[in-house]
């Protein structure tokens, strides 16, 4: 089978990149369909589908988008009709990979493209912006960026090497070996930090010995909203979310925010859910010496180099507490909210750095106020979130959630 990589790109300003890019999918025996994004001048060569093609499929005209002289708006409108292009492409079966090269407005336009195809569809940027704040680009999804080291400008040493390499890995991608075919069992979406790994870890293989299949994500931001992606898409099943610490990021500004609809894909799709408080005592920083000065009298634990955790306080907490009921409760679906009354982390836990009886009461309080009068399920369990039988608990009540739904 002949495979077809899609390449979008403004062929009026890296022209020649684009060319020699085609020419390495073809020596590496893959089609290329090129798709033209460019407004500021001609194209230096033929693309299958051209920049007119490319506008009015946004609605515009390139004759008008040009006389504008309105890069900004010319570059909103290419993003989103490449976006209508590409997306055709897939669905058709026409092509089976994306490949773009690009500075910050590049790489914009073509993750614009990229980003809603589905998940797995082999997708690649050459960005001069992959090695700093990705997330506007990538989003949650899988969408890789590859930094460029140089400017997308001109053919050279370093260049040709870069994007080479791109075209090769992409070529690869879309010329691999089929995958045997997925599992049927139904998947579950868990939570995890490193302070609730042992009962994730014991949840995760009690609810694979009971015929589900788990996607642990880690709670760093990115991976809260990776979760709550695959929730709105439809994937899952069920929801394990243990570890809820992205809400305590969120409120007072560490680095681990997921944002402000961190668990809300659940309840909005009525997947049945089981939540818990997991490290809803920290907020998460980076080196010890990037923690805020206004924080600099908290009680602060350096977890390693790279990771500088503060304890939330009881305020805090009875905020993280209102908003997880309250967003719990605005579940269409079935949802067990279960508290460990022993601990909600490892280092939480009687004796542990950031054991604190009273941001764990006004924790719980806040939860059991704000659920009163709901039809959530709340369990407490005299036990720390990594017990054994906690983990156990969980696991076999978001199994009843499970059943009981279908």
Known sequence: MTHTVVLVGALDTKGAEYAFVRDRLAAAGVRSTVVDI???????????????????????????????????????????????????????????????????????????????????????IVSTAASGNTEPYIGATDLILAPSIVDIAGLNRISRR???????????????EPLPE???????????????????????ERLESLGYEVLVFHMTGSGGRAMESLIRQGYIAGV?????????????????????????????????????????????FGARDTVPEKFENRNLYVHNSSVTLMRTTAAETAKLGAELARKVAASSGPVTVVLPLRGISAIATEGGPFHDAAADTALFESIRTGLVGTDVELVEIN????????????????????????
């Open 38 to 124: 460019g407004v500021l001048g001609e194209p230096e060569f033929a693309a299958d589908i051209s920049r007119a093609e490319v506008a009015r499929a946004a609605g515009f005209d390139i004759a008008d988008l040009v006389s504008a002289a309105d890069r900004g708006k010319a570059m909103d409108a290419m993003a989103r009709g490449a976006a209508l292009v590409v997306a055709s492409l897939v669905e058709a079966g026409d092509v089976q990979g994306a490949l773009a090269l690009g500075g910050t407005g590049g790489t914009s336009v073509a993750a614009q493209a990229f980003r809603d195809l589905p998940l797995g569809f082999p997708r690649l």
């Open 162 to 176: 870069i994007l080479a390499n791109a075209a090769a890995a992409v070529a690869g991608m879309v010329a691999a």
């Open 182 to 204: 997925a599992s049927d069992r139904p998947l579950v979406a868990a939570s995890m930090f490193g302070v609730t790994t042992p009962s994730v870890t014991r949840a995760r």
């Open 240 to 284: 394990l979310d243990m570890t809820t610490t992205e809400l305590a990021d969120n409120l007072v500004g560490g680095v681990f925010d997921a944002g402000p609809d961190r668990l809300t894909a659940a309840a909005s799709a009525g997947v049945p859910q089981v939540v818990s408080v997991g490290a809803l005592d920290m907020v998460n």
């Open 383 to 406: 036990l720390d979130i990594n017990d054994p039988a906690f983990a156990d608990a969980c696991a076999d009540r978001l199994h009843e959630l499970i059943t009981a739904r279908r």
